[in-house]
């Protein structure tokens, strides 16, 4: 089984790493490169935003080292060394990283990755946390396109393990193995794409998933919150132990996923036959599900949401650590 690896010494051992754009993404990526000990660098255009994303990031990679996700040395030493400046050519002097984390722009982010790429050292890897642009319209603007490649984080990324990279048609083989060396020795779990493609692996599944949730709803079949209930305490929880594939195949029992598919076949076809299938985003009727979903748990606020959140990640990634 994939677990969350520890953030140690290897990590260390990385040159500084510059993360440019201090927003939730850019705070949450400075807090676990931090946590591995590293020198992290966030840039930003606005001093506030900056100032905020220096605290998330503190409190990122506190939150790891008390809940035994991070070696205490390392986020102490890594806190020591996390800086903020709003001037882009000192985040990226000498850095072998840079995580770009900038608004979701195509036409900023070609800026970012033009001014980077020629402010940063030979040989560092540029990468852009972007979740629905192309990273073959964005390293066309870059010096060295061969080095930039697109490293999707789930969010939050200090704590999510996984990281979805993918190479543009420019990126060289030899960048992306280096990415997927650096990710892990945060402590994330890479996947490696072939290509990019909208929403990568995990959003076009989260997508798919959520478009059926709305339309259960839209239909009439279940609450809200029955519909989130039936997720996370059923599939979702076979979920964070093992992939589609694997849990299909072990349904087939000892004939795996042709027995699976063998015993199912009439059934799945009913029910793909019954799926939604509609593609205009945001749904032009489903605005009960999204007033109905924050209201529902209005007992607790928002913070109180995502501190519940974050507490149950911190347990299935502890009990799934060697
Ligand atoms: N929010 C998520 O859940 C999530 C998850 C995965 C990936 N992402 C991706 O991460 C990226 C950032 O998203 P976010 O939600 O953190 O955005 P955000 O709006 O919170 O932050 C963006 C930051 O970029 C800064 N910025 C704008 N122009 C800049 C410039 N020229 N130089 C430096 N900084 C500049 C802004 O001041 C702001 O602080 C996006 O590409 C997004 O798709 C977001």
Redesign the pocket.
């Known amino acids: 089984m994939e677990t969350m690896g520890t953030r140690s010494a290897r990590g260390a051992e990385e040159g500084p790493v510059a993360v440019?754009?201090?927003?939730?993404?850019?705070?949450?990526w400075a807090g676990l490169f931090a946590a591995a000990g590293l020198t992290v660098r966030i840039?930003?255009?606005?001093e506030g935003?900056?100032a905020?994303?220096l605290e998330r990031a503190a409190e990122a990679a506190r939150f790891l080292a008390g809940h035994g996700l991070a070696e205490p040395e390392a986020v102490e030493l890594g806190l020591s060394r996390l800086t903020g400046t709003a001037d882009?050519a000192e985040a990226v002097d000498g850095v072998t990283h840079v995580q770009?984390?900038?608004?979701?722009?195509l036409a900023?982010?070609r800026?970012?990755f033009a001014t980077a790429g020629a402010a940063a050292p030979a040989g560092a890897l540029i990468c852009?946390?972007?979740?629905?642009?192309s990273i073959g319209d964005i390293q066309t603007a870059a010096a060295h396109p061969e080095r930039c490649l697109a490293a999707?984080?789930?969010?939050?990324?200090h704590l999510v393990p996984l990281v979805e990279l993918a190479p543009g048609a420019l990126t060289s083989p030899e960048a992306t193995e280096r990415a997927s060396a650096f990710y892990s020795s945060v402590g994330k779990v890479p996947v490696t794409l072939t290509r990019d493609l909208p929403g990568y692996i995990a959003n076009r599944l989260s997508a798919a998933l959520w478009r059926e949730a709305v339309d259960l709803v839209l239909r009439g079949v279940a609450t809200v919150e029955d519909v989130d209930r039936a997720v996370s305490n059923g599939p979702g929880l076979r979920w964070a132990a093992m992939g589609p594939h694997l849990l299909y195949d072990l349904g087939g029992g000892e004939e795996g996923i042709r027995g699976h598919i063998e015993h199912l076949a009439g059934v799945k076809q009913g029910m793909l036959r019954d799926l939604a299938t509609w593609t205009t985003f945001p749904p032009e009727t489903a605005d009960a599900p999204f007033s109905a979903a924050r209201p529902a748990k209005s007992a607790r606020t928002y913070d109180e949401l995502v501190a519940e959140r974050d507490d149950l990640l911190v347990e299935y990634l502890r009990a799934r650590r060697p």
């Open positions: 440019i754009g201090a927003g939730l993404t850019g705070g949450s840039h930003d255009v606005d935003r900056l905020g994303a882009l770009e984390c900038v608004r979701e722009d900023l982010k800026e970012v852009t946390s972007s979740s629905g642009l999707h984080p789930y969010n939050p990324p």
